[in-house]
């Protein structure tokens, strides 16, 4: 019984192999032929494959429409509910196809970590879960005789050769076909008028690229960047709009590149650029949204107010935005637009413009991801927010974060404990400050999570996080991540693909789809995504370390020996090196690389030595590093339940007893 049975013709077979070799690479079943469609055998082998298959992916183009073994197995598959389509080019598919959402990959050729290949791949197992398990009490019936495909193509050739002469007819019964052909021309236009309103649904994807400075001095970038991070996070509160995520929109700072191709890279249909002057007690702020299929403008607005209404200008820029597009949205799908208002203070806001700034300005050091003193100076930047405003939950919330990462970096135990519960405690706070404020949520539950180490406590606040930021690339990705490493394989592999719908430039986004698959153990996927991260930042931590730990798990040692070589983080490169020298024979350089990652990380690194204990087989070794780890609560226990380099103490009981202190299960 395949999974997934692929229907083309035969013309677009070379397309057809990228779907097949990209299914298959996932560890899909995937049924597809490769020989000339010719004979009974044919038929009885197809129609077999055809009933059985879990989804019907059928790929339409100009040839696939016109073919009728296509449409017959379309038709059979859409009245088995297994039908999930996709267009390969542009073409009018049949007319009893049109309503069926279909997946847009006419640009598609190959790459697995493209944001549309992702989405569509989520849609096609999400397909597959539910029919293996159907809701309840949507269990299909007994079933019902569907024709056979000989039977369906031969009708489908039939309806394919009426004339206008027989739809006209004469008599009586000429009446008959012509008053059936009205009804269906009306009913037609009406289902044309829906199609489209569901297609232009989909044109709600804004970006809104980083503000330039023109104050003439570089230092208040930070103001510009974050202005306009202010009104990205606005919008992206509206569940009626998508808005990709602000690490991807960064890309295009120096605008090198025309309106129409930033949105044709960044997925979406529109564009919110702008520039922000801030000089004495003014400031000013041009706005322009821009068509990014035409690059036209469509609006554009000038605010200029004094510097201590700096929120109610973001607010205001929102907001017409917003209504600029909800309207449309709204228009064209008869919904409800939410309604757009110019509070002057987003959820986890200030009034205070100074602890705004200094919010402003650690943010910017801590999205410079250089680690070590500038996480500090970060962390300085968010103490002086909440110096002048205490009930800052936007500055409790990046505080948190910093914390939790600073406390990764601590070697003193006393100084490590108090960064802990610091993290948690100032996560807690955001939360109860801005209850509907989705990176207060984040922040707590990577904190409770990653440094408390309380999968339960975590659990529903994670859930709080995705409620209140389903369109924040940001908290989709930390949600992700939490699934794959509680266990939750599938439900994070739904959530990464659209955060990269989000977020198809953040090198981070695609080390967190690597990590999600390789959690998996679905090692071939999780490669390109490795690759993909590293392509846009080579010097990025961790991705280099995991892409070597997937090619060790796939026995493609000399390269993962590259990979663990080329890991900038010593505490990852280390262990990486350790298994492999010893999986090879080289017991000496072996001991001699555990050495190294014991004399350089010390009770840091106690996870990272079961990895190594647990991989040479010494599991008593590993157990009892786990469970020092756990003493200091060392962060990468996170990963205890799901890391395929502990795999061999997955029967050992007291590797058991410390999953479930902490709650994994």
């Known amino acids: 019984m395949p999974d997934i049975f692929l229907s083309y013709n035969r013309e677009d077979q070379a397309k057809a192999r990228l779907f097949a070799d990209a299914f298959a690479s996932e560890g899909f079943d995937v049924w597809w032929d490769t020989t000339l469609r010719a004979g009974e055998a044919y038929d009885e082998v197809t129609e077999k494959a055809l009933r ?12 696939s429409v016109a073919s009728r073994w296509v449409r017959a197995e379309a038709t059979i598959a859409n009245r088995q509910k297994t039908l999930v389509p996709a267009m390969i080019e542009v073409c ?7 309503l069926t959402q279909t997946a847009e990959l006419g640009h598609w050729a190959g790459d697995r970590t493209d944001p549309a290949w992702r989405a569509f791949l989520a849609d096609v197992r999400q397909h597959l879960a539910q029919r293996s398990h159907p809701v309840q009490g949507n269990t299909p019936g007994p079933a019902k005789e569907v024709p056979s495909i000989r039977e369906v193509y031969l009708d489908a050739g ?63 970038d930070y103001f ?16 009626a709009l998508q808005v990709a995520a602000q690490t991807s929109s960064s890309a295009f700072k120096d605008r090198a590149q025309t309106a129409k191709e930033m949105a044709s890279k960044l997925g979406v249909v529109y564009l919110l650029d702008g520039n922000a002057r801030k000089a004495d007690s003014l400031v000013r ?69 100074a602890a705004f700034e200094h919010k402003l300005k650690g943010r910017a050091l801590f999205e410079s991801a250089l680690g070590g003193q500038t996480d500090r100076d970060a962390l300085a930047q968010f103490d002086a927010a909440l110096t002048l405003d205490p009930n800052y939950a936007a500055a409790h919330a990046w505080r948190s974060r910093t914390l939790s990462v600073l406390y990764g970096q601590s070697i003193s135990p006393n100084a490590a404990e108090k960064m802990r519960l610091d993290a948690i405690a100032a996560g807690r706070k955001a939360v109860a400050l801005a209850p509907d404020f989705a990176d207060g949520y ?23 996080s995705i409620k209140y930021g389903r369109g924040d690339g940001d908290v989709l990705t930390g949600f992700a991540v939490f699934c794959a490493r509680t266990g939750r394989a599938d439900e994070a592999a ?10 198809p430039l953040n090198p981070t986004v695609f080390r967190s789809s690597g990590t999600i698959a390789l959690l998996a153990r679905r090692y071939a996927e999780a490669l390109p995504f490795f690759e993909r991260a ?6 990025m931590s961790v991705a280099h370390s995991f892409r070597g730990t997937a090619l060790l798990l796939m026995g493609r040692l000399a390269e993962a020996r590259q990979a663990y070589e080329a890991e900038p983080n010593r505490v990852f490169a280390l262990p990486g090196l350790a298994i492999l020298d010893h999986l090879t024979g080289q017991k000496a350089a072996a001991q001699v690389n555990l050495e190294k990652l014991v004399g350089e990380a010390g009770d840091s690194g106690l996870y990272q030595q079961a990895q190594v204990y647990a991989m040479w087989g010494e599991l008593e070794r590993a157990v009892a590093q786990l469970e020092r780890a756990y003493q200091v609560k060392d962060a990468g226990l996170a990963n205890l339940f799901t890391d395929p380099l502990l795999d061999k103490l997955k029967g050992n009981a007291a590797y058991q007893r410390l999953v479930e202190v902490i709650g994994f299960i």
């Open 224 to 239: 510009a960047d974050g202005l306009s991070a202010e009104v990205r996070a606005e919008l992206a509160r509206n569940s």
């Open 92 to 98: 009018e598919r049949p007319i009893m196809f049109e």
């Open 494 to 503: 739904e959530t990464i693909a659209r955060a990269t719908t989000l977020d």
């Open 158 to 220: 039939y309806k394919q050769s009426l004339n206008r002469r027989i739809l006209i007819g004469v008599g009586a019964a000429g009446i008959g076909l012509v008053g059936t052909g009205l009804i269906w021309w009306l009913n037609r236009k009406d289902q044309q008028a829906g199609a489209a309103g569901r297609s232009a649904a989909l044109d709600n994807r804004v970006a809104v690229l980083p503000f330039l400075n023109l104050s003439g001095d570089p230092k208040q």
């Open 52 to 63: 059985e298959a879990g989804a019907v992916v059928v790929l339409w183009s100009k040839k």
């Open 534 to 539: 590293l392509s846009m930042n080579p010097k």
């Open 442 to 464: 984040s922040a707590l539950g990577f904190g409770l999570f990653n440094v408390g180490l309380d999968v339960k406590a975590a659990k529903p606040v994670f859930a709080q």
């Open 285 to 353: 702020v041009n706005a322009e949204l821009i068509d990014g299929k035409t690059g036209f403008s469509l609006w554009t607005q000038t605010f200029e107010r004094p510097i201590d209404n700096v929120f109610a200008v973001q607010s205001e820029i929102a907001a017409a935005v917003t209504t600029a597009l909800v309207d449309r949205v709204a228009q064209q799908t008869s919904e409800k637009a939410p309604t757009a208002k110019a509070s002057g203070t987003s959820p986890g806001g200030t009034q205070n413009v």
